[in-house]
């Protein structure tokens, strides 16, 4: 591969001194050696190297060079320092055999169905930390990371082996922390000493002697779980239990406590210290953290904080992102070329086989190719999932690279953003001393030195509000996903006149084969038969994961075996990716609802299609024969509701349009008063139909304890031409009287259709036709009642279609009373009236008429609401793509569909906003 070292250039390096080299750079330093090097690198450019004593190191700071260090082809992942044995060590090493054991067995009990089992002991490690803070008051000084500390080891401790350590209970930390700090501390301290002076430094026995410590307690706990078995899918458990799908072999006692150690160390450090500076940033940032507060209150409200929220916090998620992206806690990360032959880097220095290259994470996350002139800067919104996503690779890297990353990242995040929004929502909180500038402490990894601040209950944060959620942490079950169904009546067609079904699954975590057995257990329901054997020639469905595009560990074979087959056939695929290890769905607990649609809306009418089969599904649960039903019409109960339907009362119904035309109606709703507490635990299996979500057309500024929804009422001939199709819900609130009762359930609506947060300076355009109009009244109402508040708001423009100004124009009088308040300024186009609109039947033509207005208002930084059909948003973008064309004016530029795709991609979520139906 290298032919002549000579024809590459040197790496920058410093002259050094004689024997020492560059060993004496670092003595006096109180920040530890990588972060000094991480200081030390603004000073050279993106690659140097440094002789310390002899033995030269490699660095690179650089996003592109980090890029190509990834690459798992060329490079592996590589351990510096002295750690003892294979402890933290062996985690690092992919070509050790025990580590691809431990890895193997250990995935499963990674995986997002077990992580989402782990959010109840996490809450209730987190409710501990909460009540110690309120115990102690607003005035008592919290040492940010040792309180953090006790709360990330307490959590791993509980979720990984069901061991507490109680460290809230005692104002010591645990012996086990002392240990770890104590070893830790030593190491790099005899990392950074001479192997001949080793052996006469006084701190070698100590260093053994805490090591000890850690091993015995290690080994006590293992020793325990097996004196006294229990059902847990817990790490201990699968470590005791687990096989490896590869070798067929257990791993060792010693393996199983050098990774017991390894999640107690690593697995806490790392958390702590994320938990930490990201306190840190928000208190330097009020209005980040204001944000934050206020995304949290309109997203969970008064009630605990639940795993569905998790995933509809996309600023905290941001917050997160960026504080890992200004302090990582594991700073550097090690490589070293595959090669017997060694690699070129950049392709100008060469790197000699077993050099070690050292990714200084801390700088990569601040190169300013990426991040340009504001990289030192706390920015969150930069890392919003729209701007995140754009990222170029290996921008962002703080749990580490493909099959040597961080194997705990899920529960690291999960716990991480539940810590975040339980203490953002209790407390206020302040530095303790106003003027702290940032000091970094390093062990294995690093954290805020002499961090302390001051925590105050929020008003709705009492001591009586605590307590209530501490009693339902402990006290209301979690959720529980079933992995495997029961086994359920075969169908209604005969076994060997219904066609076979072979459905193969490939998985690590265990996620991909729990859906793989719902599909087994749902196929009789749609005429199937699961094939007990695979066969090529039948209908296959295909469930399976991939990692860093490279099959899982048990679907290898069968992916090399496919890439072989000749010919073609239909496919079709539904996938959720890991998004670089951010939030992904797996993670957030959206996947296991998305991929229930997927199969209810898309894989079993494909697979009927496909095999040109009518195949009857029976109604109701799947597996349950027609003509053994039996349906009893009763009143549903709130008991038989998800927990979070309550009873609302009806106070106001009328019709919106003149008799004759599709009915479009107004209903207001009495709610009923807010509680702290759920009232019942969720139920334990399906709905037979799901609610019904509608957007509500009234602000809470107005009345806070009613809502109105504008709501269109489905009834007209069947599309099969046989009878009258009649919308269920739409029907029955049509039925409602003033005085009835009903159940409803108050949502977030989509993560970014809301108004501005500083309505006085974004301008907004809403278009939307009939019903449509919904959220757009309740954004006039709230408008006008910031008005009457004294704000002034940015303009307002509304553009809204319908079939006659006299039968269909929705809430005409009060959208001509807040027009003449300067709340909204209205156009509107009529379909069957268009010559009151200048003969303009269409919205999409009012707005091409208008396109001067438009782009002002984009211009002045706008935000684009779209609420209608899917038909409205298509015309709507056509007509705001054709001006933005003309606006720019340049006749030389690519105006391609595709080009337009990515630019609407590019602002959708953040400027270009939509709702359809």
């Known amino acids: 591969m290298v032919a002549d070292e000579g024809q590459f250039e040197v790496i920058p390096h410093s002259k050094g001194l004689p024997l020492v080299g560059d060993a004496l750079m670092f003595i006096g330093g109180d920040e530890g050696p990588i972060m000094m090097t991480c200081s030390m690198a603004r000073q050279y450019c993106e690659v140097f190297s440094l002789n310390l004593l002899g033995q030269r190191y490699c660095f690179i700071s650089s996003q592109h060079l980090l890029r190509e260090l990834c690459d798992e082809r060329r490079f592996t992942k590589a351990v510096v320092g002295d750690l003892e044995g294979s402890v933290l060590k062996m985690a690092s090493l992919t070509d050790e055999p025990n580590w691809g054991i431990a890895h193997r067995v250990l995935a499963p009990a990674f995986g997002p169905l077990n992580i989402r089992s782990m959010f109840e002991p996490m809450k209730d490690i987190a409710y501990q930390l909460v009540l110690k803070w309120h115990r102690h008051g607003p005035s008592h000084r919290i040492a940010v990371a040792e309180d953090f500390t006790r709360l990330t080891l307490d959590t791993i401790a509980l979720c990984a082996m069901d061991y507490r350590f109680n460290s809230f209970y005692s104002e010591r930390t645990h012996p086990f922390v002392e240990a770890m700090v104590t070893y830790l501390h030593l190491s790099e301290i005899r990392t950074n000493t001479p192997s001949v002076l080793r052996m006469f430094s006084r701190n070698e026995k100590k260093r053994l002697e805490a090591m000890k410590y850690m091993r015995e307690l290690s080994r006590g706990l293992l020793q325990s779980r097996r004196d006294h078995p229990r059902e847990s899918k817990d790490l201990l458990n699968a470590m005791i239990v687990g096989v490896d799908p590869k070798t067929g072999q257990h791993m060792t006692e010693e393996s199983v406590i050098d990774n017991m150690i390894t999640f107690l160390v690593a697995g806490h450090e790392t958390t702590s210290g994320a938990l930490s500076f990201t306190f840190y940033y928000l208190l330097k940032h009020p209005r980040v953290l204001t944000k934050a507060r206020q995304e949290l209150d309109e997203v969970i409200g008064e009630g605990s904080v639940q795993h569905e929220h998790l995933s509809k916090l996309p600023y905290l998620t941001a917050i997160l992102r960026e504080a890992l992206r200004l302090q990582p806690t594991a700073p550097a990360f090690t490589f070293v070329p595959k090669s017997d032959q060694g690699e070129v880097l950049a392709g100008k220095y060469y790197l000699p086989p077993g050099q070690a290259v050292h990714a200084l994470l801390y700088n990569v996350h601040r190169d300013p190719a990426v991040y340009g002139d504001s990289t030192e800067d706390f920015v969150p919104e930069r890392m919003l999932d729209a701007n995140f996503n754009k990222l170029p690779s290996c921008s962002w890297k703080p749990f580490g690279n493909g099959s040597r990353g961080c194997i705990g990242f899920a529960f690291a995040w999960q716990e991480m953003m539940l810590v975040l929004a339980m203490l953002l929502r209790h407390y206020d909180f302040e530095l303790d001393d106003p003027d702290y500038a940032l000091q970094i402490a390093s062990t294995l990894t690093v954290q805020p030195k002499n961090l302390y601040m001051k925590a105050k209950a929020r008003a709705h944060g009492t001591n009586g509000a605590v307590e209530l959620d501490v009693a339902e942490s402990r006290h209301s079950p979690s959720p529980k996903v079933q992995s495997q169904l029961p086994r359920t009546d075969s169908g209604s067609a005969a076994?060997?006149?219904?066609?076979?079904?072979?459905?193969?699954?490939?998985?690590?975590?265990?996620?991909?084969?729990?859906?793989?057995?719902?599909?087994?257990?749902?196929?009789?329901?749609?005429?199937?038969?699961?094939?007990?054997?695979?066969?090529?020639?039948?209908?296959?469905?295909?469930?399976?994961?991939?990692?860093?595009?490279?099959?899982?560990?048990?679907?290898?074979?069968?992916?090399?075996?496919?890439?072989?087959?000749?010919?073609?056939?239909?496919?079709?695929?539904?996938?959720?990716?890991?998004?670089?290890?951010?939030?992904?769905?797996?993670?957030?607990?959206?996947?296991?609802?998305?991929?229930?649609?997927?199969?209810?809306?898309?894989?079993?009418?494909?697979?009927?299609?496909?095999?040109?089969?009518?195949?009857?599904?029976?109604?109701?649960?799947?597996?349950?024969?027609?003509?053994?039903?039996?349906?009893?019409?009763?009143?549903?109960?709130?008991?038989?509701?998800?927990?979070?339907?309550?009873?609302?009362?009806?106070?106001?119904?009328?019709?919106?349009?003149?008799?004759?035309?599709?009915?479009?109606?107004?209903?207001?709703?009495?709610?009923?008063?807010?509680?702290?507490?759920?009232?019942?635990?969720?139920?334990?299996?399906?709905?037979?139909?799901?609610?019904?979500?509608?957007?509500?057309?009234?602000?809470?500024?107005?009345?806070?304890?009613?809502?109105?929804?504008?709501?269109?009422?489905?009834?007209?001939?069947?599309?099969?031409?046989?009878g009258e199709y009649i919308g269920v819900a739409s029907n029955?609130?049509?039925?409602?009287?003033?005085?009835?009762?009903?159940?409803?359930?108050?949502?977030?609506?989509?993560?970014?259709?809301?108004?501005?947060?500083?309505?006085?300076?974004?301008?907004?355009?809403?278009?939307?036709?009939?019903?449509?109009?919904?959220?757009?009244?309740?954004?006039?109402?709230?408008?006008?009642?910031?008005?009457?508040?004294?704000?002034?708001?940015?303009?307002?423009?509304?553009?809204?279609?319908?079939?006659?100004?006299?039968?269909?124009?929705?809430y005409r009088a009060e959208i001509d009373a807040w027009e003449a308040k300067d709340v909204v300024t209205a156009r509107r186009a009529y379909s069957r009236a268009p010559q009151l609109t200048g003969w303009k039947r269409h919205i999409d033509e009012v707005m091409r008429a208008d396109a001067g207005a438009i782009l002002q208002a984009w211009h002045d930084g706008a935000k684009i609401y779209v609420c209608g059909s899917r038909a409205l948003g298509e015309s709507v973008k056509a007509a705001f793509w054709e001006a933005v064309r003309e606006d720019a004016g340049d006749e030389e530029r690519d105006y391609s569909v595709a080009t337009r795709d990515t630019w609407f991609e590019s602002i959708r979520s953040e400027r270009y906003l939509v709702d359809l139906f």
């Not at 951010?582 to 894989?603: H, K, N, P, T, V």
């Not at 009835?740 to 977030?748: E, N, S």
């Not at 423009?797 to 124009?809: A, I, K, N, S």
């Open 732 to 810: 029955y609130l049509a039925a409602l009287q003033a005085g009835d009762t009903i159940q409803v359930a108050i949502r977030p609506n989509h993560q970014s259709f809301y108004l501005p947060k500083d309505p006085d300076d974004v301008p907004i355009v809403m278009v939307a036709s009939g019903a449509g109009i919904a959220p757009f009244r309740g954004f006039m109402e709230e408008r006008s009642a910031q008005i009457e508040l004294g704000l002034k708001l940015a303009p307002a423009l509304l553009y809204y279609g319908c079939r006659d100004p006299e039968q269909d124009d929705l």
């Open 495 to 722: 076994p060997d006149e219904r066609p076979h079904l072979s459905i193969l699954s490939g998985s690590n975590s265990g996620t991909c084969e729990a859906f793989a057995r719902a599909l087994a257990n749902d196929a009789a329901a749609h005429g199937y038969a699961v094939a007990t054997e695979f066969s090529a020639f039948e209908t296959v469905v295909i469930v399976t994961a991939s990692y860093e595009g490279q099959p899982c560990d048990n679907a290898a074979e069968f992916f090399e075996w496919l890439q072989k087959l000749k010919g073609g056939g239909k496919f079709g695929e539904w996938g959720k990716a890991n998004m670089r290890h951010c939030s992904s769905d797996a993670a957030q607990g959206d996947m296991i609802s998305d991929f229930q649609s997927w199969e209810d809306q898309r894989l079993w009418p494909s697979l009927a299609q496909l095999t040109g089969r009518n195949l009857a599904r029976s109604p109701g649960r799947p597996g349950i024969r027609p003509e053994k039903l039996t349906v009893d019409l009763v009143e549903v109960k709130p008991s038989t509701l998800l927990p979070e339907y309550l009873k609302a009362t009806v106070t106001v119904t009328r019709t919106l349009t003149a008799w004759g035309l599709p009915e479009k109606r107004h209903i207001a709703l009495q709610l009923p008063p807010a509680i702290q507490l759920p009232i019942a635990s969720y139920i334990g299996s399906l709905m037979p139909i799901r609610p019904r979500q509608y957007s509500i057309s009234s602000s809470p500024l107005t009345a806070s304890d009613r809502a109105s929804l504008t709501y269109s009422v489905l009834r007209g001939s069947a599309r099969s031409g046989n």
